[in-house]
T-cell receptor
């Protein structure tokens, strides 16, 4: 059971470089989320999607873009990385029902130098 | 709009002591409530959830949480903690019906529980 898979698990970027984080889920979930986790800040929602082809901004969307071309994949892009984007990024997915939980990936640790 | 407040960012306790992690929420609509746990260097996993019925819900590893509608709280408790319970705990809410909006999951900032020998 793969669940939610994030790639890569670790990455070091130089300031100004771009990269894409991939999230894949095999549970046929409608909802997918990207969060960042920083010490003392908890989980902050970057972007989310309520279905294939749709995306919406979360709390901290600046500097990030997302795409949901296929239901099972949710991509998070950094066009020009900044040191402030050093963080642990988590992807999650869930059903389109309020009484169900979200399932999380193992995280991507990104360092921007 | 909905929000979650976890009143303690860190809770240090000794092994076999009881613990309570506090969570309060605010929402203009009815919500479902969740507790997630994050062990070091791992993703979040569901610990327990309140949907309806009995206001006391339990997890398989001895944690319990009580939903209190009048106080808009969902505190997490364990009567006797183990070293292995050391983790970060997150409270979360999700609205119970769409009503033209969506089922976005909203988290608190987390409480780091450290169990010392």
């Amino acid at each position: 059971n793969a669940g939610v898979t994030q790639t890569p698990k670790f990455r070091v970027l130089k300031t100004g470089q771009s990269m894409t984080l991939l999230c894949a889920q095999d549970m046929n979930h409608e909802y997918m989320y990207w969060y960042r986790q920083d010490p003392g800040m908890g989980l902050r929602l970057i972007h989310y999607s309520v279905g294939e082809g749709t995306t919406a901004k979360g709390e901290v969307p600046d500097g990030y873009n997302v795409s949901r071309l296929k239901k099972q994949n949710f991509l998070l892009g950094l066009e020009s990385a900044a040191p402030s984007q050093t963080s642990v990024y988590f992807c999650a997915s869930g059903l389109d029902r309020g009484n169900t939980e979200a399932f999380f990936g193992q995280g991507t640790r990104l360092t921007v130098v | 709009a909905q929000s979650v407040t976890q009143l303690d960012s860190q809770v240090p306790v000794f092994e076999e002591a009881p613990v309570e992690l506090r969570c309060n929420y605010s929402s203009s609509v009815s919500v479902y409530l969740f507790w997630y746990v994050q062990y070091p260097n791992q993703g979040l996993q569901l610990l327990l959830k309140y949907l309806s019925g009995s206001t006391l819900v339990e997890s398989i590893n001895g944690f319990e949480a009580e939903f209190n509608k009048s106080q808009t709280s969902f505190h997490l408790r364990k009567p006797s903690v183990h070293i292995s319970d050391t983790a970060e705990y997150f409270c979360a809410v999700r609205r119970s019906y769409s009503g033209g909006s969506n089922y976005k999951l909203t988290f608190g900032k987390g409480t780091l529980l450290t169990v010392n020998p």
